[in-house]
């Protein structure tokens, strides 16, 4: 009595049941419940005002620098933010996934490259013309048959030289379809384009592919420079991962640096850039204003990337 009123709802329920089991994997079973239909709702809810708010113009990217070495801003990463209008703002965690789910990623992704296209071509006329920008992926993008055209598109659009452009995938997207990845990233490769492997470590990492994939730069994932100073293990897996990286000619970021220590015993061990709270977090456009014209007035060198 208590799954439902009637053979409607009751079949209904039965379906959300059976999906929370098929989602638990391992032959599990689940009853129902009314979290499940709370958060079968919220889902709804969400996708029906993600479709709006590119339209609404309640998307905005905040922009984190990369720094290298001496700690100079060499690049920054888009990071798409939501600005929900009962929500607040939401982070990726809280939409991604659904974007991804429901293909609503495809535009949306298509409007981040825009965004941080264009904003990056703005840094440059401001007197940064070395800054590149890291733009993130998701494995939905790259499969749309028109996917090279739209990135060159937009570039075009923008006036940015491709090769200012990295574009961030993760290990468990590029595996999904090795061969369509592969062809796809060596045109855009042609052209300029660079790519890099994002969280790397925390999937499958195959280190055979590592090979294949034309990518130029690995990002270590956060756990490991978490631990690192108080594990061994994950001092040996950063170190492994940054001469392997070498040997192939790829360059390092080290990602959620957060004290001097990490940092130290990155820099030690030839980590090539490094991205983190300890530096600068997520900000919005006209904070990223200031901190570039910080770096300008604190010393005239120019940047290295
Ligand atoms: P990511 O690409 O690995 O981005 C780095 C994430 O780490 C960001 O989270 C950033 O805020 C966070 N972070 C940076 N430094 C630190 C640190 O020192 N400590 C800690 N604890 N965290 C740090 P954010 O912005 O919440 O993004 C999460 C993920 O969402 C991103 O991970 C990326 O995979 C995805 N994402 C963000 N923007 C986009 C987008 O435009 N398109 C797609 N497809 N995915 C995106
Ligand atoms: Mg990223
Ligand atoms: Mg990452």
Request: aromatic letters at 8%; one cysteine or more; hydrophobic letters at 45%.
């Amino acid at each position: 009595p208590s799954d439902g009123w009637d053979a409607a709802s009751l079949v209904k329920n039965a379906d959300m049941a059976m999906y929370a089991a098929k989602s638990a994997g391992g032959g599990a079973y689940r009853f129902f419940t009314e979290a499940m239909n709370r958060k079968a709702q919220y889902r709804l809810e969400l996708e029906n005002s993600l479709r709006k708010a590119l339209k609404r113009k309640e998307l905005v990217l905040y922009y984190q620098s990369l720094v290298n070495d001496a700690r100079r801003i060499v690049g920054m990463e888009a990071l798409l933010r939501w600005h929900h209008p009962k929500m607040g703002l939401l982070l990726p965690a809280d939409f991604i996934r659904i974007s991804e789910e429901t293909g609503i990623i495809v535009p949306v992704g298509k409007w981040v490259l825009q965004q941080a296209c264009a904003q990056a071509r703005c840094w440059h006329a401001m007197g940064f013309p070395d800054l590149f920008i890291a733009v993130n992926l998701s494995a939905r993008q790259l499969v749309e048959p028109d996917f090279e055209r739209m990135v060159t598109d937009v570039l075009e659009k923008s006036g940015l030289p491709p090769e200012r452009l990295k574009l961030e995938l993760s290990e468990s997207s590029l595996i999904q379809n090795p061969e369509v990845c592969i062809t796809k990233m060596k045109r855009l490769r042609e052209v300029g384009v660079a790519f890099a492997i994002d969280d790397f470590g925390a999937g499958y990492a195959s280190l055979s592919y590592l090979k294949r994939f034309p990518v130029d730069t690995l990002k270590i994932d956060r756990s490991f420079i978490s631990d690192a100073m108080s594990s061994r293990g994950d001092q040996e897996v950063i170190k492994t991962i940054i001469a392997m990286a070498r040997n192939l000619n790829i360059a390092t970021v080290a990602e959620g640096v957060e004290t001097v220590a990490q940092k130290d015993f990155l820099a030690s061990h030839g980590c090539d850039r490094m991205q983190g709270f300890l530096f600068a977090h997520p900000v919005p456009v006209a904070q990223f204003d200031k901190l570039l014209e910080r770096q300008r007035s604190a010393a005239p060198s120019t940047t290295t990337p």
